[in-house]
């Protein structure tokens, strides 16, 4: 009877030293991620290269994505603006709702799905097939030549696909206002400029993204190297690093948020 | 000397946790020699390598490398050890990102300022030296298992290493390569003047081409010798895995705690 | 992949994201020169600013010449003081009047200028003394409920006679 009490206790405080632990291990890694990033980025080519993997791949994915946000929120925006008579507005809500939220958010979110499990896997593959290991055996740190570089090329990445997603989403928005439903393009933009302000909604979405891109790709590339070095481990790791990316990202979005508007 | 000797291994333990792994072990490996370390899955032969590499720190005893204690060395050190150090894994583990020609250029533009016309050259006369010339643009996933095998040792040897260490080379390889794999080992540790280590448990083969034998079982040595020594030696244990006998001193049967009658619930089952 | 195809991609990715960052900037949030040196600052009181936020454009005959840049309460006056930046190149002369409107019925508001005939130019840091308050629709809607029940209520004392 006791058992019955005390197991699901013992499970919890299981878990939470676990959680402790790995939040523990996922900052030291991060720290020597920070301290070997000196050497990779001298070889910065290295970084392009994971630049081309996780970022100019997922330009496809971002690009047709923000286009749909755009005239879905141009659609929805109209119909909600026009019965208080202010569909004039519908230009100045694309870019506000595109530029603080959706486009950091959910770029991040597609980001992680495409590059943040592909790196998890890659790493995760490395690490299964003694990759790492000879590295470290060849007196490479495997921390300074594999993660750095993912990690620096995530970082870097994540606003420019942000800010891709931006632009095509306010593209959308236009299509669907201006060129298919037919309010003035003149308004439609002015609105937009009038309402939208450079530091306060441009910037810190573009700070956000960046935050983003820090959480995504450590998350990435640590769930990679701290894998269970067995084809299971590695598709377990996979699916852990897009579920707590996607978690993440909005728990994150939200500090964020509280903090910026 | 420690100068004759190149590896010792001084009263080394070591243990995963609770499991103890490696009891005790102390053994010398002459400098140029090619030693092979054998025993059965799981006896530890792996963990002394590791320990060699200074991967993992004993947890009692001392690992001489050249007379230095491996696990002694602080990170500076360590790399330089590891500098003249080639290690050949058990599946090759090949950079599967990279080209052939990139792979064993690998640790020659990762620890030297080298002009790229330079390592072009290092890299044929590699992988000309394990007889693969030719394949430099070809990516690993390209590779039969005995050619992948190759690769990795003509990108262990990149550097010239003074040690080599050879983690199951043989495993997985049809007997072809097996027989290449083989003759190049021996080959490269008498051209090179290297002192090399293999853990194995391909007995035949290796026993072919090593200089000195050191057995492995439940982490400690149960036998040495040279070749020959070995071949006529009077140890069951001994014969029991050269010959691959299912019972011996190595027992079929787990050691379990229960019967099987009472596993069964046959008879003596003990209900509460 | 060759490198050099690699680098190629990579510069056009990162070449397309200053271009969005640059279009997000220019196009969508209207990045006009603000900075200190091509700014100038002018004081206005007014009785009732109504909703005007901070940012807000100052307009001169519906050209935008400069934003609101802060909003505060003078508590000798108990007035609203608005801090106004106003670009460089335009100037405005003594008399000078500002008031505060609205786009639309229910837009945003904003300050309109009225440039006055006063040859003696308003320098920086001086105060807008002409102005007139927002016109706030609760209690426009107020006096015309008052003025229209008055009018009402005489009706109906006649009708009843």
Partial sequence: ?261 | MSSDHFIEFRNVSFAYGERPILKNISLTIPRGKLVAIMGGSGSGKTTMLRLIAGQIPPSAGQVLVDGRDVAAMNHAELFEHRRRMGMLFQFGALFTDLSVGDNVAFPIREHTRLPESMIHDLVIMKLAAVGLRGTQALMPAELSGGMARRVALARAIALDPQLMLYDEPFTGLDPISLGVIAHLIKKLNDALGTTSIMVTHDVHKSLDIVDYVYFVSNGEIVADGTPEDIRSSPSPWVHQFMWGEADGPVHFAYPASTSLQQDLGLKGSQHD | MKRSTIDLWVGLFVAIGIAAVVFLSLKVANLTPQSADQTYTLYADFDNIGGLKVKAPIKEAGVVVGRVAAIQLDTKTYRARVTLNLEKQYTFSRDASAEILTAGLLGEQYIGLLQGGDPDELKPGEHITLTSSALVLEQLIGKFMTSFTGGNNKNSASAAQ
């Fill in chain 1, 1 to 261: 009877m006791t058992e019955l009490l005390l197991s699901p206790l013992r499970r919890l405080g299981h878990s939470t030293i676990n959680a402790i632990w790995r939040l523990g291990f996922i900052t030291r890694f991060l720290l020597a991620i920070l301290r070997y990033s000196g050497q990779s980025l001298l070889r910065f080519n290295l970084t392009i290269r994971e630049i081309y993997f996780a970022g100019v791949m997922s330009v496809i994915i971002v690009v047709v994505s923000g286009l749909f946000v755009g005239m879905v929120l141009g659609l929805q925006g109209y119909n909600t603006l026009s019965r208080f008579g202010s569909a004039d507005a519908l230009g100045a809500l694309v870019a506000l709702s595109l530029l603080r939220e959706l486009g950091p958010v959910l770029a991040a979110l597609l980001f992680s799905s495409r590059a943040g499990s592909a790196m998890t896997a890659e790493i995760g593959l490395m690490k299964a097939t003694e990759q790492l290991d000879a590295m470290s055996v060849m007196a490479v740190n495997p921390i300074a030549r594999v993660v750095a570089p993912r990690f620096w090329a995530g970082v870097i990445s994540m606003p420019i696909l942000a800010a891709m997603f931006n632009v095509m989403g306010i593209f959308g928005g236009y299509l669907i206002g201006v060129v298919m439903i037919g309010l003035d393009s003149g308004t439609f933009w002015s609105q937009m400029q009038n309402n939208v302000d450079l530091h306060y909604d441009v910037i810190n979405g573009l700070i956000k993204s960046l935050c983003f891109g820090i959480v995504v790709t450590l998350i990435a590339v640590f769930e990679g190297y701290d894998a269970t070095p067995t084809a299971a481990g590695v598709s377990a790791a996979t699916t852990r690093t897009v579920v707590t990316s996607a978690l993440v990202i909005l728990a994150v979005d939200f500090v964020l948020t509280a903090f910026m508007f």
